[in-house]
């Protein structure tokens, strides 16, 4: 690809992820209904595979009902997080939380632009306040930053009042350091509640957890990381890694590992749009 053509879509992912949804749609996400959808579906159609991996043991879940309803704002208070992408074809997230850490997010993001691909990176707020030149680097490379709250507490042990000073000042730093707010919004532990939900939509973000779980916060080694991802690869999964916390120097190394692979399975690995409907 020539460099400004790199350069056009650099500008249209960061475009297209800076708008606001009037109604608030989730876009190419939808939620799950929190349990497994039987059977496996039949391989997506995409380009050959060099090296398959194992399709998906979900069923994409189809949007139920009449919708949410909308907060001022416009964005949907949820009942649930979205759990995956919508869609066509062999379409994949990779999201890293807890950071940035300059220990490992940036070797994170070196692969990732080594095979010019986009992912979501939930930090938190401490933490970027601390390494502002990461969430730059995110804004240049058109990675998507989402809110991870500013300390990673268990919210459904906080007080309304402290989950809404946990997300928001979150919400101001990335701002302050990325250029825009974020849309998206992840819970310490994948643990919420209705205030996340509703002080989530208030400050105009979308809950979004995960489909495949890496685990990759107990060191488990590369090997197994590698293995969980490629073997949770399928249609429109959004894998959960992390680029701080602990030591990730494993989650580095199976990034460098499963990212060629997801590739040349030929996934297309990508980050979630919100637009107006
Ligand atoms: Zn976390």
Redesign the pocket.
Known sequence: MKKDQLLTRRRALIAGVGVLGGAGAAGLLTRGTGGEAGPSAAPAPGPPARRPLKPSAYRLQPLAGYGPPVDSAGTPVRREPLLRMTGIGRTMVLTF??GPDPRYTPDILSTLRQYDVRAMF?VCGEMAAEHPDLLAEMADDGHVVGN?TWS?PLLTGLTRGRIRAEMERTSEIVEKAYGERPLWFRA??GAWNRAAFQLGAELGMEPLAWTVDTLDWTEPGTRTIVDRVEGGAGPGVVVLA?DA?GDRSQSVWALRDYLPHLLDAGYHITVPRRYQV
């Open positions: 939380d807890d939930f991870h990673h310490p532990y992390h916390g």
